[in-house]
């Protein structure tokens, strides 16, 4: 899920750690797409390619929002009503879910309560030899042991693979006590459950755009706790909103030196190995006594400058490193537009490390730029058409493969094809 490279990694038991990727995600019931779509998806990489307006953005916005959403509950969903994700093991997990007002009878007649939609939520997993492993509907979960059916209640307002979610915490709470009886399910109810509900958690996005907005130049400088952590976000200075981003990813080079120095040393290592910088430091600022009431501070230096002030480019490179380097194994990583405001000299160097960074993770990339499409193979594109307010996914077609290959042959780029217009004449 976006930006959740701070969470923890969770105590995965044993039985869930082969952990297989998706071969595709479905998405329906969503006005931003304007009806169904599926996007089938590379093993390591995938290219999202098309024009201005064609939907690639909203394919990315729309994965994420549905993996998050079923750990969103009860709170109102975002993402389409209808999603499914299907992995190479050939599990598949489906959600759907509607917003629907509650009907009450009050003197013989039928009205809607007045209040808020009331949201009625179901999901399945299955595969070809057992088509449902378990559902829940009008949270019930059904499940086989054996002969016969077993039907138990999961709590309002939630979701199984969100309840499953609260397994892998080592906290010992009475909010456990589901996920403590989950483990006693039949191995392939939890275990089914568990690698999807891990899978979707481990979906990390890089979005579109400079991670300074509006052109803000400004001293960056995190507030740490009295025991040398970070402080939150609302103690010390008040900082310009259009440094969010920039903010965000001194807030982690902190984070990682001072309680995951591994990170930190890969971070700068890989930094320097791409000529993104010669140094890196991290200084704080503050009293020595511990029983000091006064709040430290840290600052971040690139090549001797705060990164407040440090060039777009760079900043764009820093933040699509930093997911490379923590986001855990198996995960999926969707960038959307990696060459923005990067040199190309340096692009290629980014995109060699992603290629390094993700050979056990999947990597979903959208994309204008030639030398982008040029670094990857002609079966890992995906075209992305925008017709009669529908967005659509396809690969190519195999008359398209063969003139890509006749065209590569020739001593063309894959980028020179498709942005040369081979595409739309065919």
């Known amino acids: 899920m976006t930006d959740q490279l701070d969470t923890p990694e969770l105590n995965l038991p044993l039985s869930a750690r082969g952990r297989p990727r998706f071969i595709s995600i479905e998405m329906d019931e969503w006005e ?10 590379s093993p390591h990489r995938t290219i999202l390619v098309g024009l201005n307006g ?8 729309g994965i994420v929002e549905g993996a998050n959403d079923p750990f969103r509950l009860p709170a109102i969903p975002l993402g389409p009503q209808m999603f499914r994700c299907t992995a190479e093991d050939a599990t598949a997990y489906q959600f759907n879910y509607e917003h629907r007002h509650r009907l009450e009878q009050i003197d013989n007649s039928i009205k809607e309560e007045e209040n808020l939609p009331r949201i009625f939520w179901s999901e399945k ?31 309002p307002g939630a979701s199984y693979l969100s309840m499953l979610r609260q397994s892998l915490s080592k906290e010992d709470t009475e909010e456990n006590k589901f996920s403590k ?22 979906i990390f996005k890089v979005n579109a755009g400079l991670p300074r907005i509006d052109a803000i130049r400004e001293e960056i400088i995190i507030p740490l706790a009295a025991d040398g952590r970070r402080a939150s976000a609302s103690q010390g200075r008040v900082f310009h909103t259009g440094l969010r981003k920039v903010r965000r990813s001194a807030k982690r080079i902190v984070d990682w030196f001072q309680q995951n120095h591994s990170i930190y040393e890969e971070f700068v290592d890989i930094g320097k190995r791409i000529g993104l910088f010669n140094t890196l430091q991290v200084t704080t600022y503050g009293p020595e006594s511990p029983q000091a009431q006064a709040h430290k501070f ?19 490179a820093i933040e699509i490193l930093q997911i490379l380097v923590s986001a855990p194994r198996a995960s999926t990583i969707l960038i959307e537009e990696p060459e923005t405001g990067i040199h190309p000299g340096l692009l290629q160097k980014v995109l060699t490390e992603i290629d390094a960074y993700t050979r056990d993770k999947q ?3 959208s994309t204008h730029s030639p030398q982008v499409v040029s670094w990857a193979h002609p079966d890992e594109l995906r075209l992305v058409e925008r017709k009669e307010g529908h967005t659509k996914v396809r690969a190519l077609t195999a008359a398209q493969a063969d003139h890509v290959a006749a065209f590569l042959n020739d001593m063309g780029t894959l980028g020179d094809y498709v942005y040369g217009g081979a595409l739309e004449d065919e």
């Open 32 to 41: 931003p797409l304007g009806g169904p779509v599926k996007i089938d998806l």
């Open 54 to 61: 064609s939907g690639k953005s909203t394919l990315l916005e």
């Open 125 to 155: 997993c299955g595969n070809a030899r057992t088509p449902c492993i378990w559902s829940v509907e009008d949270s019930i979960l059904k499940f086989s042991r054996g002969s016969k059916e077993q039907r138990l209640p999961v709590p």
């Open 181 to 202: 009886l989950a483990k006693e399910y039949p191995k392939q109810v939890y275990t089914t459950g568990i690698v999807m509900a891990i899978r979707l958690i481990n």
């Open 298 to 316: 840290a600052t971040v230096m690139i090549d001797g400058v705060n990164l407040g002030f440090v060039a777009d480019g760079t900043l764009r």
């Open 363 to 365: 990597v979903l990339i």
